[in-house]
T-cell receptor, first 115, second 114 residues
Framework: GENVEQHPSTLSVQEGDSAVIKCTYSDSASNYFPWYKQELGKRPQLIIDIRSNVGEKKDQRIAVTLNKTAKHFSLHITETQPEDSAVYFCAASKESGAGSYQLTFGKGTKLSVIP | SAVISQKPSRDICQRGTSLTIQCQVDSQVTMMFWYRQQPGQSLTLIATANQGSEATYESGFVIDKFPISRPNLTFSTLTVSNMSPEDSSIYLC???????????FGEGSWLTVV
């Protein structure tokens, strides 16, 4: 089955700096890669996702890049703000065939933005 | 995105009892899943809730412990049976909906077993 590795497990940045979280996956059939943000006591919220037909996607201060050959994808947050502090999870899944849309999650990255 | 409601939102349960969690979606969805998030951990898929047939369980999860129902395309239940403190977790319903079947989560059911 799929295995997703996520690094780092914790990340502290100064407000205004950039943050980068990296994930690798093992199943070459995976083609959907979402990122979730989970604030303390709340459910995971989808913040951005990417499909394998594109290499990069951007939404305001958040971007995700995908390298299918190397089987890794990354989340980039620019101009970080204190409200970006949360746990971020990457995930991978397939969009067809057996087990489609079943998400395999990384272990999470606790991001702290220091004012 | 779909509105996903879960009940109960929180509960404190006695060891050895069972609790049923309900998940209601405001639109018909083809895919519904149940995840578990143990304290301070990541999310793990328990099972895929199949409409009109038995759920498909992931390795490490069995029907006797986590029976699931899905009577229609908008509703599912997960029962946590014969609970022990190790079952203290957040249980999350998720659905695939919208363009490309993006996966969204319900607000979660936070269970503490004492």
């Amino acid at each position: 089955g799929e295995n997703v590795e996520q690094h780092p497990s914790t990340l502290s940045v100064q407000e205004g700096d950039s943050a980068v979280i990296k994930c690798t996956y093992s199943d070459s059939a995976s083609n959907y890669f979402p990122w979730y943000k989970q604030e303390l006591g709340k459910r995971p919220q989808l913040i951005i996702d990417i499909r394998s037909n594109v290499g990069e996607k951007k939404d305001q201060r958040i971007a995700v890049t995908l390298n299918k050959t190397a089987k890794h994808f990354s989340l980039h947050i620019t101009e970080t703000q204190p409200e970006d502090s949360a746990v971020y999870f990457c995930a991978a899944s397939k969009e067809s065939g057996a087990g489609s849309y079943q998400l395999t999650f990384g272990k999470g990255t606790k991001l702290s933005v220091i004012p | 995105s779909a509105v996903i409601s879960q009940k109960p939102s929180r509960d404190i349960c006695q060891r050895g009892t069972s609790l049923t969690i309900q998940c209601q979606v405001d639109s018909q969805v083809t895919m519904m899943f149940w995840y578990r998030q143990q304290p301070g951990q990541s999310l793990t898929l328990i099972a895929t809730a199949n409409q009109g047939s038995e759920a498909t369980y992931e390795s490490g999860f069995v029907i006797d412990k986590f029976p699931i129902s899905r009577p229609n395309l908008t509703f599912s239940t997960l029962t946590v049976s014969n609970m022990s403190p190790e079952d203290s977790s957040i249980y999350l319903c998720s659905v695939g909906t919208g363009v490309g079947n993006t996966i969204y989560f319900g607000e979660g059911s936070w269970l503490t077993v004492v």
